[in-house]
């Protein structure tokens, strides 16, 4: 069965420059979540959309932003980086946003120097 | 925010063992998700309860709405039963599905079973 894809599975980054993770949820699923995890960390909830509106929001840093496309697949923008943004950071997807279960992607691991 | 403990915090036990893990949170949710994450840092959903008790293979998740609390079994362990198993609850009023609410996860229990 098609997984939750993430893009690019591993990226190093220096400081100041810009990201861009991509989350390709499971077809015909449009709910898409971000999660940020730091070494040792216990995943930290970012945002999440619903039919390509933002639907919630956590503790996502002013600079960063995402949105969902159309196609359902979602893109996590990340400005100015700093060594602390070096996290694993998932992405996971549901069909509809009630009582759905989560599906979780491999993760994109961002290194910053 | 809804405050998510686990317990234990790390857990060794011998192949074959039932092993059971421990999860209580703050306030009402409208769901909870058993997760294990291996070395590698992917992420795998097992169960999503939204009451009484859930079976897959050798493991079982049960949850008690009144007391804020689950549990996770795992009955005759195996060694690549070795795993981070996290907690993620998704605050809200319990059937009131709400938006696409982010999980808050508890810190995670290591299992190591040896062979």
């Known amino acids: 069965a098609a997984g939750v894809i993430q893009s690019p599975r591993h990226l190093i980054k220096e400081k100041r420059e810009t990201a861009t993770l991509k989350c390709y ?60 943004d070096s996290a694993l950071y998932f992405c996971a997807s549901s069909l509809g946003v009630f009582q759905e279960t989560q599906y979780f992607g491999p993760g994109t691991r961002l290194l910053v120097l | 925010k809804n405050e998510v403990e686990q317990s234990p915090q790390n ?25 294990q994450q291996h070395p590698g840092g992917g992420i795998v959903s097992l169960f999503m309860l939204s009451s009484g008790k859930k079976k897959h293979g050798r493991l079982i998740a049960t ?8 549990s996770l079994h795992i009955t ?6 070795s795993a981070v198993y996290i907690c993620a609850v998704r605050s809200g009023q319990w059937g009131s599905g709400g938006g696409a609410d982010g999980l808050t996860f508890g810190k995670g229990t290591h299992l190591i079973i040896q062979p």
């Open chain 2, 11 to 35: 857990l060794t036990a011998q192949e074959g063992e039932f092993i059971t893990i421990n999860c209580s949170y703050s306030v009402g949710i409208s769901a909870l998700h058993w997760l």
């Open chain 1, 25 to 84: 949820p499971i077809p015909r699923h449009d709910t898409v979540y971000w999660y940020q995890q730091g070494p040792g960390q216990d995943p930290q909830f970012l945002i999440s959309f619903y039919e390509k509106m933002q639907s919630d929001k956590g503790s996502i840093p002013d600079r960063f932003s995402a949105q969902q496309f159309s196609d359902y697949h979602s893109e996590l923008n990340m400005s100015s980086l700093e060594l602390g």
């Open chain 2, 76 to 81: 005759a362990s195996h060694p690549r039963d």
């Open chain 2, 63 to 70: 949850i008690n709405i009144q007391e804020k609390h689950s």
